[in-house]
């Protein structure tokens, strides 16, 4: 099944992220991911959620949100006219000789090494969901001891922008 | 003007024109009923707080005004919760008030400490915790703009005991600016149009009415419509009393419980136009199918239940009394009297034969319910709880007008119909409000009769006796291979001396004959009465 991006600006009010979460448990749609933050408004916070479904379901997930009187408003961002990105923090294990072969290869995915231990080292990336993958891929051999991954986020490109008012759209 | 925040919400209630509300006072909401002690509005204490939300309904469903119920923290509030979810199903307007323990305790387990926001999240439209007396007004105000507008339902305000005492300077908002909930009223003009137009083209439409004809007010211009482009009308539970029973075009209720005609309408319709309905299972079990070979529109408030459960061609989202009102104005009379007259015929020749015979030892519901008709006013009001009793009542009593018929339809509660006929009655003094009972679901709530002795509720009960939970063992019979088990009542009560402990008075039938007089009897009583009539444990539901 395809993926979805949603983009949903909601209050930021206590309870609202159980809320969203409970809807989609309860109607039986799946979270591929959620990320959520405060907005350049404080009242509103924006949930990027990427959902796994058909394009019925993304109309229902989108429907029901929208019944939410904490949803705001809810556009779908399409891959082709929007930018996203995930950042991931990996731990690998490294021994002496492996340290400077995963440094290298921190270096080609333009990632950033942001803690080091005698037998560990963190990777900092942000990319492409596919980007992240490709990085996990080849740090694999080293032993990967954690990861941790923000989800999904995305924005559109050039002047578009999603406003808390339905006018307002441009 | 410097309030409590109790004293705000009893202000609150005054400005919304609350003149009733449904309760069970406890620790937590104390400061709340203190403040009431001092105002007009009326409180009636029912015996579980689950009968207040029933009764709230019953009230907001007769009245078409927002129902209010009222209960204290932790086990209140959850008593509170069946009858939160039947509103939700059934769209009703509710506000339930409940008290909650003091703001810097929760979380920490205290006496009657329940996370009530968090349990209703998915059974109300909105919910609110409210941890500032500052904020009471305007949650208030949201409250009951959010549950009588847009496709209607029930909201939540829990409010903590140090919230309720704490003192503000009150300010009611004029109006309310939700930014996550503008609900649409007007229909898209263009999409009117279209269904003018299939209208005219069609040979064999049919409407299928529900619930939001009802919360919409849209009886009137629905028989219009049907009148004027000679469509049948099929209802759903929800939609019964839409039409008057006796219109010729009106064919009854559809569905797996619903009358031959009706389905015979849906099945063989060019033209299908749902109105206020949701399309669920019960009514039309397979949408798919009836989708593939014909037209579909639907036209309903809530953008979310359109293409939910059926594949629409024409959708309209909007006000149903608004959008018809339009449709009305544009459409013509396609070329269906030929279906009309086919329609007619399938009425006739599949009309209900009742059994009226006498010397069988039982009272036939169904012959009871038509007599029953003919006793009762346009106005009186008919609850009914859920089991074989709901479906009799539904396809047998002629119910002539909107907001006369009540029954939990979505949720199928039973326990409902008993509390939400006091909240009838209260909503509507002067009516007679029967309640039509099987043995077992006037079980569930029947502690509210200590309601109706408070209050000198005038209610009549006709309980149907199988000593059975019929419904459950008729579907034991066809699906079970007739392994019954669980559904006898053998040792029930003596009801009529239930009723007698009450001091109501009572009287038990078992035979056909006695019916009309039995009936004319229960109506001309001034007080609460039993009708109690044994009924056949093989009756069948349909």
């Known amino acids: ?170 | 003007m410097k309030l409590s925040g109790a004293q705000a919400i009893v202000k609150a209630l005054e400005l919304e024109g609350v003149e009733v509300v449904f309760g069970y006072p406890g620790a937590a909401i104390c400061p709340f009923y203190d403040a009431l002690m001092e105002s007009n509005i009326n409180h009636i204490l029912t015996r579980h707080e689950q009968g207040a939300a029933h009764a709230a309904s019953g009230y907001a469903r007769t009245t078409g005004r927002v129902g209010v119920c009222v209960a204290t923290s932790g086990p209140g509030a959850t008593n509170l919760i069946t009858g939160i979810a039947d509103a939700y199903m059934d769209s009703i307007p509710l506000v339930a008030i409940t008290g909650q323990v003091n703001s810097e305790l929760i979380g920490r387990d205290v006496f009657q400490e329940a996370d009530i926001t968090g349990a209703t999240d998915p059974f109300c439209k909105h919910n609110y915790l409210v941890k500032n007396t500052k904020d009471l007004p305007r949650v208030l105000k949201e409250a009951f703009y959010i549950a009588s507008t847009g496709r209607p339902g029930p909201v939540l305000i829990d409010v903590p005991i140090d919230v309720q005492t704490r003192e503000i300077n009150f300010e009611y908002p004029e109006s309310v600016d939700i930014k996550g909930y503008k609900p649409n009223f007007k229909g898209h003009s263009l999409q009117i149009k279209k269904i003018a137009e299939a209208i005219e083209k069609a040979k064999r439409p049919v409407i299928c009415a529900g619930g939001g004809v009802i919360n919409s007010d849209a009886s009137q211009q629905l028989f219009e419509l049907s009148q004027k482009c000679g469509i049948p009308v099929v209802t759903t539970l929800m939609g019964i009393g839409a039409v008057p029973y006796d219109y010729e075009l009106n064919l009854g209720m559809v569905g797996t419980y619903g009358v031959y005609t009706a389905n015979y309408a849906v099945n063989n319709a060019d033209l299908l136009i749902i109105i206020g309905a949701r399309v669920a299972d019960r009514a039309i079990s397979n949408p798919q199918q009836i989708a593939k070979k014909k037209k579909i529109v639907h036209i309903d408030i809530d953008p979310a239940e359109i293409g939910k459960n059926i594949e629409v061609a024409i959708p309209v989202v909007g006000d149903v009394k608004q959008v018809l009102e339009e449709v009305v104005n544009i459409s013509r009379k396609g070329d269906t009297d030929d279906w009309v007259k086919t329609i007619q015929r399938e009425k006739s020749e599949h009309a209900p034969k009742l059994d009226s015979r006498s010397g069988t030892g039982f009272v036939n519901p169904k012959y009871l319910l038509s007599v029953l008709t003919e006793l009762l006013g346009d106005d009186d009001i008919v609850t009914t709880e859920v089991g074989q009793n709901q479906i009799w009542a539904a396809n047998y009593l002629g119910v002539r007008k909107p907001r006369t018929f009540i029954s939990s339809g979505g949720l199928g509660t039973m326990g409902y119909g008993f509390p939400a006929a006091v909240g009838a009655k209260i909503g509507s003094p002067d009516c007679k409000v029967v309640c039509v009972e099987g043995d077992g679901s006037f079980q569930m709530n029947m502690q509210e009769l200590g309601t109706i002795k408070q209050n000198k509720l005038g209610i009549k009960v006709i309980l149907f006796n199988n000593s059975r939970l019929g419904m459950v063992r008729e579907l034991q019979k066809s699906k079970y291979c007739g392994r019954y088990f669980q559904v006898f009542l053998e040792d029930n009560p003596d009801f009529i001396k239930l009723f007698d402990a009450y001091g109501f008075k009572g009287r038990r039938i078992d035979d056909n004959s006695q019916v009309e007089d039995a009936l004319k009897e229960m109506l001309s009583d001034e007080g609460a009465y039993l009708l109690e009539c044994r009924i056949d444990p093989e009756e069948s539901t349909l």
């Open chain 1, 1 to 170: 099944m395809a993926k979805h991006t949603l983009s949903v600006l909601v209050e930021n009010h206590a309870g609202v992220l159980s809320r969203i979460a409970g809807l989609f448990s309860r109607r039986g749609f799946n979270i591929d991911s959620l990320a959520v933050g405060v907005t350049e408004n404080p009242e509103v916070s924006r949930m990027t959620i990427v959902v796994d479904g058909d394009d019925y379901i993304v109309e229902q997930v989108s429907k029901q949100l929208n019944k939410l009187v904490d949803v705001i408003k809810i556009k779908e961002l399409e891959d082709s006219d929007s930018v996203s990105r995930e950042l991931a923090l990996i731990k690998v294990g490294t021994t002496a000789s492996t340290r400077s072969e995963i440094m290298q290869i921190t270096e080609i995915f333009r990632a950033k090494i942001i803690d080091v231990s005698k037998n560990t080292l963190t990777v900092e990336i942000s990319g492409s969901v596919d980007k992240v993958a490709a990085l996990e891929d080849m740090l694999k051999q080293f032993g990967i001891k954690e990861i941790v991954r923000t989800g999904t986020i995305a924005i559109q490109r050039g002047n578009k922008i999603i406003k808390t008012k339905n006018s307002d759209e441009e």
